[in-house]
């Protein structure tokens, strides 16, 4: 997965504009998610839709359509707020030091999707430790989401 966010970064690879993720969220089975709940289910942004890295951000349907979300439970969803996906489930899996391990294959392609574009929009891609914690780790690609691209 990391080696595909690489790919795109660098240009090897480019996204389609309806993605096989997408096809597969319309059709799959509407349970939650992060946790399977199978009632009080809504309709969530895997990339907050209240992000704000510029004035282009309420409107772009790459973070307010389709490509950007997934079926949670109202419990799930307010626990995520509004933290990127590594970022959540390193809360959500304190112990785990591979926590983004955990997280289903189908949501991290379609964050993967949406939160390059965010990257690409904010001139972020070439950017190396985001988070200046002194390493580079999935964490940095959530940077984005607190720091308004920089």
């Known amino acids: 997965m990391k080696q595909t966010f690489r790919e795109l970064k660098t240009g090897v690879k480019s996204w389609s504009e309806i993605t096989r993720e997408d096809w597969q969220f319309v059709h799959s089975e509407e349970k939650c998610i992060y946790c399977g709940a199978q009632g009080g289910l809504t309709r969530e942004h ?34 995520k707020g509004n ?7 390193r809360m ?11 997280i289903p294959p189908l949501l991290e392609k379609k964050y993967l999707k949406t939160i390059y574009n965010c990257h690409s929009c904010s001139q972020t891609l070439v950017t190396g430790d985001m988070d200046g914690d002194g390493e580079i780790t999935v964490l940095d690609i959530d940077w984005v989401l607190g720091n308004g691209g920089g």
């Open 92 to 102: 959500k899996h304190p112990g785990e030091r591979k926590y983004y391990d955990f």
């Open 46 to 79: 895997i990339v907050p839709r209240s992000i704000r890295i510029n004035e282009r951000c309420p409107t772009c349907d790459k973070i307010q359509g389709i490509h950007n979300q997934i079926w949670a439970c109202k419990a799930c969803n307010s626990a």
């Open 83 to 89: 933290r990127g996906l590594y970022s959540f489930y």
